[in-house]
């Protein structure tokens, strides 16, 4: 973390599409000179992809304070009201024990990695009635 008020922490967010997953690949800090851009990768994804399900990558996050622990929160609550399925992955200990403090941890779906993700979103996908027709 700088000690420049003025100065942006790096921060970076890839959005990927496995099947109908968003993955974002988060890097860097999520605080308050972050939080929106995350915000913002998460709304074109639901709005341009809309996704069955998000898979928001931590492994490579290095920093998290209370604005991003708000934005995770959002697109929590955001992703429930349009039904989408929401894991987390690659959560390191920093972050585990901040959702652990603030009482959040068991209300995100928390798996080991990427794949581990993906594997539970497309158990959890129904099956729509076209597909069981070819099942």
Do not use: N
Not at 17 to 23: D, K, Q
Not at 27 to 39: F, K, P, Y
Not at 119 to 125: D, F, G, K, N, P
């Amino acid at each position: 973390m700088s000690t420049d008020p003025d100065a942006r922490a790096y921060f970076a967010v890839e959005l990927g599409l496995h099947g109908a997953c968003v993955v974002a690949h988060l890097a860097g800090e999520l605080d308050c000179t972050t939080a929106d851009e995350l915000r913002s990768a998460a709304r074109s994804a639901w709005d341009d992809l809309e996704p069955a399900s998000m898979v928001l990558d931590l492994g490579e996050v290095t920093f998290v304070d209370s604005s991003g622990i708000g934005v995770l929160v959002h697109i929590m609550k955001t992703c429930d009201q349009r039904g989408i399925a929401l894991y987390l992955s690659g959560v390191g200990s920093f972050v585990r024990r901040l959702l652990r403090i603030t009482g959040l941890e068991g209300h995100f779906t928390i798996c080991d990695s990427v794949e581990d993700a993906l594997i539970r979103a497309e158990s959890a996908r129904p099956v729509v009635p076209e597909q069981r027709a070819h099942q």
